[in-house]
């Protein structure tokens, strides 16, 4: 109640609403008392800035009327733009906006099509580049198969045309046999020396192009080499060339074609030389005919004693055979030759010990019917 | 080009406005009696100067990434600091009305654009602008006062709020108070106001001296 009181006479005091004699009385009292002065200053501060207040905010609502007022009567634009103005204000307020969006629009587009490149399987990616590849690749096949239908008609030119040669009469007839599993051939010079074109059979009944490798008229030796794609480099030969020169009386065997089938001889060493003193030959007591020419003549421990090459006309059961060491002699000067210095003779028996059927049953694979026109 | 003829448009509308002025009194002497019926708060010169220069201000705004209403915003604070400027006293006419205008609506709405957002802090200018930096501090420090003084008088509810109003801001006597308040007489209405006015001052010196650190 006393603070009441006191705040009223201050406001008072102040708003000047005091009679003279009051107004006395109460600057004594602010005199004598700091509180009250106190108070009679704070309280002017404070109804300052409330009047301060009071007429800031009176003016504020009468400008907001005064606008309303004026916007109503027209006399400024109206709050709201029609038309173009419109448009451009729009624009103006938002094409901030509007870039910035369109560039954020423009950064996640390619941030997502980075990330999709990113993440997608590599698996498409490399199709699609297969495919592109590709174009070359069918090219290069469809060239490749020009290629080969080319190849095909020579083919079938070279095939009419052995077809046309295959007539050709095998005029000569005899037996080789191999001493190399590569194709090397070792049969007598008179079968083939006169051939143009030579063709080795074997047991099977397959038949193989063999060209002349070499020949030595002077020994009726005659190296030959199947040229044919289709024959297949056999194994270790199973039989062995002897260097020795063969005891008389030796039993002995041989593998010819005097016909197509390969046949089976036997006999014995007779002499150690051939024909009237021939050195270079021995003679056998074996019963031969005329394919036998050029088989090989084996001992009983399956090693290669000799080359059947002749018979005597006037006695049966008589034939010469070329002593094996002079094949020694015919490979030793073919070697000579680059291209052959590294055929080698097969020197030691595989079927030694085997008996003379099983014996056969080895060698026979490797024993051809060698045929020249 | 659209933008071209717009303001075009709008340069046309102030010359009219100004010639039609200037038809009726010198332009300086009009000047200074509109200053001097702002400082009075009248209501026709009030009127005037809101109507020879919000059209601009508005412009100024809407090319600026504003809106209608940011422009009354900013136009009307403007004019709160021209009625501040001419009531203490100390306001000496070296500029237009105008430009004065203005200058502080350029001023404002940079701050306000700084405040929203970061990427504008510049405001493309449509006329010259004096420095009102200094005036436009002083009436930003003048409006936290008034908003501290706002929300003390709110935050002491009714009849408290309306009491005080009525007496110290409309100024109206205690009989009438009394009487539109329904007290039974003028002297329970007058403890009552004190009642209050202890309160708002508690208030409101707690959150001057709060607002002043």
């Known amino acids: ?52 207040f009071g007429e800031w905010k009176k003016f504020r609502s009468s400008l907001h009327d005064t606008h309303t007022r004026l916007a109503e009567q027209g006399k400024i634009d109206s709050a709201r733009l029609k038309g173009k103005a419109k448009v451009i204000y729009l624009w103006k307020r938002y094409k901030r906006v509007a870039a910035i969006a369109a560039i954020i629009a423009g950064v996640t587009t390619l941030a997502i099509s980075t990330l999709v490149n990113i993440f997608t399987p590599q698996a498409d990616n490399a199709r699609v580049q297969e495919l592109s590849r590709d174009i070359p690749n069918i090219k290069h096949q469809q060239n490749m198969q020009v290629d080969e239908v080319n190849n ?86 199973p ?19 005097p016909r197509n089938d390969i046949v089976y001889s036997e006999g014995y060493l007779s002499a150690k030389t051939g024909f009237n003193g021939d050195t270079l030959s021995c003679q056998l007591g074996i019963a031969a005919n005329r394919g036998n020419s050029g088989g090989p003549v084996f001992n009983h421990e399956g090693e290669v004693i000799g080359i059947l090459s002749t018979k005597e006309t006037e006695a049966e059961g008589v034939a010469f055979a070329i002593q094996s060491k002079y094949i020694f002699t015919a490979i030793n000067e073919l070697r000579k030759d680059t291209a052959y210095k590294n055929l080698r003779l097969p020197l030691k028996s595989n079927v030694r010990g085997l008996d003379t059927k099983q014996q056969v049953k080895k060698i026979q694979d490797y024993v051809f019917f060698v045929k020249g026109d | 080009m659209e933008n071209i003829f717009f303001q075009v448009g709008l340069g046309l509308l102030f010359l009219k406005i100004s010639i039609k002025i200037n038809g009726i009194v010198k332009p300086e002497n009009n000047e200074k009696t509109l200053l001097k019926g702002l400082a009075r708060s009248d209501k026709k010169a009030v009127e005037t100067i809101y109507k020879d220069n919000f059209n601009m201000i508005q412009s100024l705004i809407l090319n600026n990434n504003g809106s209608s209403d940011d422009a009354k915003d900013i136009f009307q604070e403007a004019m709160i600091v021209l009625y501040e400027k001419v009531r203490s006293g100390t306001f000496e006419l070296n500029c237009q009305i ?23 802090n510049e405001v493309a200018d449509i006329q010259t602008s004096v420095p009102v930096e200094d005036d436009v501090e002083d009436h ?65 010196f707690s959150q001057y001296k709060n607002g002043k650190q």
């Open chain 1, 1 to 52: 109640m006393e603070d009441i009181q006191i705040l009223d006479a201050v406001e008072r005091y102040i708003k000047g609403e005091m009679n003279p004699d009051e107004r006395l009385h109460f600057e004594n009292l602010r005199k004598t008392s700091p509180e009250i002065d106190q108070l009679v200053v704070e309280h002017t501060l404070f109804l300052q800035q409330m009047n301060r």
């Open chain 2, 98 to 120: 105008k430009t004065y205008l203005y200058s502080v609506c350029r001023r404002l709405w940079l701050k306000r654009l700084q405040q929203l957002s970061r990427y504008s």
């Open chain 2, 140 to 204: 930003e420090k003048r409006n936290v006062e008034f908003e501290m003084m706002d929300k003390a008088i709110d935050s002491l509810g009714e009849p408290c709020r309306s009491l005080l109003e009525a007496y110290y801001l409309q100024k109206k006597t205690m009989q009438e108070i009394a009487a539109g308040f329904g007290y039974t007489n003028a002297d329970n209405a007058k403890t009552q106001k004190y009642k209050c006015l202890v309160r708002l001052k508690k208030i409101f």
């Open chain 1, 239 to 257: 039989y062995g060339i002897s260097k020795e020169e063969s005891d008389v009386a030796e039993p002995i065997f041989t593998l010819g074609y």
């Open chain 1, 152 to 237: 095909l008609k020579n083919e079938v030119n070279n095939i009419k045309s052995k077809i046309n040669l295959q007539p050709i009469p095998y005029k000569a007839g005899g037996t080789g046999f191999l001493i190399d599993g590569k194709g090397f051939l070792v049969t007598n010079a008179h079968i083939v020396l006169t051939s143009r074109h030579i063709a080795v059979t074997n047991n099977k009944g397959e038949q193989f192009h063999a060209v002349l490798v070499k020949a030595y008229p002077d020994k009726d030796i005659a190296i030959l080499k199947i040229d044919d794609d289709r024959f297949k480099t056999l194994s270790t030969i």
